[in-house]
């Protein structure tokens, strides 16, 4: 079956640390991204990355790193500068063959606590 | 800038009522508008989608919603809910180039029996 996996479920960071979110599909899709969830608040996006070895800043980038060295992982670090990252992440992934009209799928989260 | 506005945090009905969940959009052009569902702890599911054509819009699990440009609404409508409804719901519009989404911040629905 073609999908999203994200890896840990949970993770738990402690005062400091460095953490990396693992996303991965299989749907042969060019463009992934990463949101941010918090209750409320709904989602909002931190980067994406439309082809790979390419990426752009969302519009809470701030404390968040990624990487896109192949065309199926795009992983999240979450650094220590990052001083709220208690949040539920989730990683989706669209075709990319059109500059719009394009429907995301998303994967089914991680919830990142803070120790 | 683009927003989207979800007046109803929470929204209780019964058991096969009819349900509307409200969506406002604040976009200049001619908007793609999504709705998504998530169950507790999970990712979000596409319930539907609206591109282009026909206003009313239909989607998985008896949903459909209606564009209305002189109202900028995109409300997310079911003849009859079920228990199995009960989940958080959240619109979205797409941004031209780069297909990012705003979304709103969700309704809650909760479905008494």
């Known amino acids: 079956d073609g999908g999203i996996t994200q890896s840990p479920k949970y993770l738990f960071r402690k005062e400091g640390q460095n953490v990396t979110l693992s996303c991965e599909q299989n749907?042969?899709?060019?463009?992934m991204y990463w949101y941010r969830q918090d209750p409320g608040q709904g989602l909002r996006l931190i980067y994406y990355?439309?082809?790979?070895?390419?990426?752009q800043k969302g519009d809470i980038a701030e404390g968040y790193s990624v990487s896109r060295e192949k065309k199926e992982s795009f992983p999240l670090t979450v650094t220590s500068a990052q001083k709220n990252p208690t949040a539920f992440y989730l990683c989706?992934?669209?075709?990319?063959?059109?500059?719009?009209?394009?429907?995301?799928?998303f994967g089914p989260g991680t919830r990142l606590l803070v120790l | 800038a683009q927003s989207v506005t979800q007046p109803d945090i929470h929204i209780t009905v019964s058991e096969g009522a009819s349900l509307e969940l409200r969506c406002n959009y604040s976009?200049?052009?001619?908007?793609?508008l999504f709705w998504y569902v998530q169950s507790p702890g999970q990712g979000l599911q596409l319930l539907l989608k609206?591109?282009?054509?026909?206003?009313l819009v239909q989607g998985i699990k008896g949903f459909e919603a209606e564009f209305k440009r002189s109202q900028s609404s995109f409300n997310l409508r079911k003849p009859s809910v079920h228990w199995s409804d009960a989940a958080e719901y959240f619109c979205?519009?797409?941004?031209?180039?780069?297909?990012?989404?705003?979304f709103g911040a969700g309704t809650i629905l909760r479905v008494k029996s």
């Open positions: 749907l042969n899709h060019d463009a």
């Open positions: 976009y200049g052009a001619t908007p793609y």
């Open positions: 989706a992934s669209s075709k990319g063959d059109s500059v719009n009209q394009e429907t995301q799928y």
């Open positions: 609206y591109f282009s054509g026909d206003t």
């Open positions: 979205a519009v797409g941004v031209y180039y780069g297909n990012k989404l705003v």
């Open positions: 990355s439309q082809i790979v070895n390419d990426f």
